[in-house]
């Protein structure tokens, strides 16, 4: 068995010993050694040593890093007495990893519930604040536990007390789950749909088989892929250009960038003579269809017209992007079930007012005006619980995206599976106590956010990695 111990006895091994045994038993070139070190460390975090044996060859072949274990001692993940020894004890934070798997659950032993909002959650739900000022307004949402009020005793428990330390401890490493079982073993179905469910939540890549860790080939041997000329629809998360920034960094792309805040990938009304399209929509004007993507569409044609300009604007006359994405969501709520049965009949008479009809028109013109372009639907990452008093609306209308881009043929790229960040996370408890007279205020920085709905620049390269997944795999 590799405990912590022994871990931290690997650390004064000299890295380019001639004959150096990495933990994976096998004999490391002077080259090989190197060549890990210079690419980085990872390491593994498990509650069955025996499971994660596997794992750690595939992981290591994989990325060609040096990769530690580290296992709760004998613990089970989902019990009170790992967590606190895993909280108390982990001392690998000088390691700086680049990437970090987590492995609970081995016992394959379901939860009785993954009702996991009554574990994480305090309902009734809290006053909050959304905003100051002339603008300010209250509203009810779910609002996360104390620490010391979420049992480990399921996966959600026990997820949230180790990744927040992981967190903690190696900040800036990239968090992966794993399933509970070795690379050639299936999971029992009940469990990997708890697991897969509690790793949405918390924003981290469900990790299947080396294939998808092959997905991040970028992130390992530190290749800036070439997405050439990006052409990008969104919201806010465009507008601000955060994640964009990031993703500049990592891969050799030229973006033009028509994302406008508060904008909704829906139409509000169907009725577009009554409420019309604006060539040139603001964040401030969302009356009507006025701040929809399909005004970015009006305003993308104007300007590939090279007429008509307004101060500011560049003629893209003669521009053809290579990709295309679509963004947006967050600021639209999901589709009622009534209204998600009708995608079929949306698309096809061109019904504006759900995902499917929206959708539907922005990609028809999009291809139609750039038929060489790959078009790609980027799912709303729900950045953060606290829109609804369900903190898990996000994950339907997720689905529903993805579904209206699966009925219209087009790929996604999933921020809501890995690229988004967590509101469990960020409780705002501190600044209020949730009554009418002194309301939550959810608008408040914190490590990964300017405000609790926005990535800060940190935060943005989740989504910037998101993205470059899922455009080069």
């Given amino acids: 068995m590799v405990s912590a111990l022994s871990v931290l006895t690997l ?22 050694v190197a060549r890990q070190s210079t690419l980085g460390n990872i390491v593994l975090y498990s509650d069955n040593i025996e499971t994660i044996a596997k794992w750690r060859s595939v ?10 274990v580290y296992d709760f001692y004998g613990h ?30 081995c016992d394959e032993t379901p939860d009785a519930t993954d009702n996991y909002q009554d574990s994480l959650f305090d309902f009734p739900t809290g006053e909050v604040c959304t905003l100051s000022g002339a603008m300010k307004r209250n509203k009810r949402m779910a609002v996360s536990k104390k620490d010391t009020d ?10 949230y007390h180790i990744i927040k330390a992981i967190r903690k401890a190696h900040r800036d490493a990239r968090v992966f789950f794993l399933p509970p079982t070795t690379p050639d073993k299936k999971t029992n179905p009940q469990t990997e749909q708890q697991l897969k469910k509690m790793a949405n939540m918390f924003c981290v890549p469900y990790i299947e088989s080396e294939k998808q860790l092959q ?67 603001v964040k401030t004007d969302c009356n009507g269809n006025r701040n929809t993507l399909a005004c970015q569409l009006i305003k993308l044609h104007r300007i590939l017209s090279g007429k008509n300009l307004l101060k500011g604007e560049t003629s893209l006359l003669g521009y053809q992007p290579d990709i295309i994405l679509v963004e947006g969501g967050g600021n639209d709520f999901a589709d009622e079930p009534e209204v998600e049965a009708e995608y079929e009949n949306h698309i096809k008479n061109d019904v504006r007012t759900s995902f499917a009809g929206a959708l539907a028109h922005l990609t028809t013109d999009l291809h139609n005006t750039f038929p060489n372009a790959k078009i790609y639907i980027v799912v709303s990452a729900g950045l953060y619980y606290g829109h609804t008093d369900n903190p898990f609306d996000y994950m339907e209308k997720a689905r529903q995206q993805r579904k209206a881009a699966d009925m219209l043929g087009y790929p996604t790229v999933n921020w809501d599976l890995d690229g988004r960040l967590s509101f469990i996370f960020n409780n705002s408890a501190g600044t209020g106590d949730g009554s009418e007279q002194k309301p939550f205020r959810y608008n408040v920085p ?12 940190y935060g943005a390269q989740f989504l910037a990695e998101s993205a470059v997944r899922w455009l080069t795999r």
Wanted: aromatic share 8%.
């Fill in 215 to 281: 997905d991040f080939d970028f992130l390992w041997k530190g290749i800036k892929p070439k997405l050439g000329k990006m052409l990008i629809l969104g919201d806010s998360y465009c507008e601000q250009r955060r994640w964009i920034n990031s993703l500049e960094k990592m891969a050799q792309v030229e973006v033009t960038n028509l994302g406008i805040t508060s904008a909704s990938m829906r139409d509000h009304f169907n009725d577009r003579k009554a409420y019309p399209y604006a060539d040139n929509p």
């Fill in 11 to 32: 650390l004064a091994i000299s890295p380019v010993c001639r004959n150096h045994k990495d933990n994976d038993g096998k004999k490391k070139s002077q080259a090989q």
């Fill in 59 to 68: 992981i290591s072949k994989a990325t060609g890093m040096r990769v530690y």
């Fill in 446 to 457: 914190t490590d990964e956010t300017i405000d609790l709905l926005h990535p800060n620049d």
């Fill in 150 to 159: 979420i049992s480990p005793a399921n996966f959600a428990g026990a997820a």
């Fill in 76 to 105: 089970k993940a989902r019990t009170r007495q790992a967590v606190e020894h895993f909280t108390q004890n982990n001392k690998l934070d000088q390691l700086k990893p680049k990437a970090v798997f987590l492995q609970i659950g």
